[in-house]
């Protein structure tokens, strides 16, 4: 099985802040890579798939690169709507796994 | 408006059963394959079933297998998960959603959820 590991697991910031997600394979998974934006008592929001194709509506102040074993999520510059918990999640086999998820905070 | 839409949540018993439905709307369900995804009280997500659009091939997470049988009526609209023997570790929201082929498999519509809770 494939399996994912993201970090930080927390990150305390503030509003206009430059973060950066870091997801990570077990094995290559080419570009077969979501990001997606959990707010509490929500259910998960597309963000990006093919590791780095923003879906339809979101800001582009969110991207995402990587290929292979290795993956980024970036916000450009953190707005207020952007504290929540972020996963990412593996597109190559059935299973779809989800990393543990990186948890974004007002300091 | 494309939605997901949940239902049959409660509470059980250690051991009972439970059925959820996902309802769709605005959507062609019957290209889509579909997941079920759940999420325990303060933990991450966790994929546990796959239905292809034809129902010609299904999946599940080791964690549910002999226990839970995914279906779907593609004249009804609708993605079944029939839950049995259910455990305390069971308890957790479980959503439907839309694995999109255009999207490289990603999951693009989600339900809103619904809670399931296994006590006795």
């Known amino acids: 099985d494939i399996q994912l590991t993201q970090s930080p697991s927390f990150l305390s910031t503030s509003v206009g802040d430059r973060i950066t997600i870091t997801c990570r394979a077990s094995q290559g998974i080419s570009s077969y890579l979501a990001w997606y934006q959990q707010k509490p008592g929500k259910a998960p929001k597309l963000l990006i798939y093919?590791?780095?194709t923003l879906q339809s509506g979101v800001p582009s102040r969110f991207s995402g690169s990587g290929s292979g074993t290795e993956f980024t999520l970036t916000i450009s510059s953190l707005q207020p709507e952007d504290f929540a918990t972020y996963y990412c999640?593996?597109?190559?086999?059935?299973?779809?796994?989800f990393g543990p998820g990186t948890k974004v905070d007002i300091k | 408006e494309v939605q997901l839409v949940e239902s049959g949540g409660g509470l059980a018993q250690p051991g009972g059963s439970l059925r959820l439905s996902c309802a769709a709307s605005?959507?062609?369900?019957?290209?889509?394959?579909m997941k079920w995804v759940r999420q325990a009280p303060g933990k991450g997500l966790e994929c546990i079933s796959y239905?292809?659009?034809?129902?010609?091939?299904?999946y599940y997470a080791d964690s549910v297998k002999g226990r839970f049988t995914v279906s779907r009526d593609n004249a009804k609209n609708s993605l079944y998960l029939q839950m049995n023997s259910l455990r305390a570790e069971d308890t957790a929201v479980y959503y439907c959603?839309?694995?999109?082929?255009?999207?490289?498999?990603?999951?693009?519509?989600w339900g809103q959820g619904t809670m399931v809770t296994v006590s006795s």
């Open positions: 999640q593996q597109l190559n086999t059935y299973l779809f796994t």
């Open positions: 093919a590791a780095s």
């Open positions: 959603a839309r694995v999109s082929g255009e999207k490289m498999g990603a999951f693009d519509i």
């Open positions: 605005g959507l062609t369900f019957s290209s889509y394959n």
């Open positions: 239905i292809s659009s034809s129902s010609s091939a299904i």
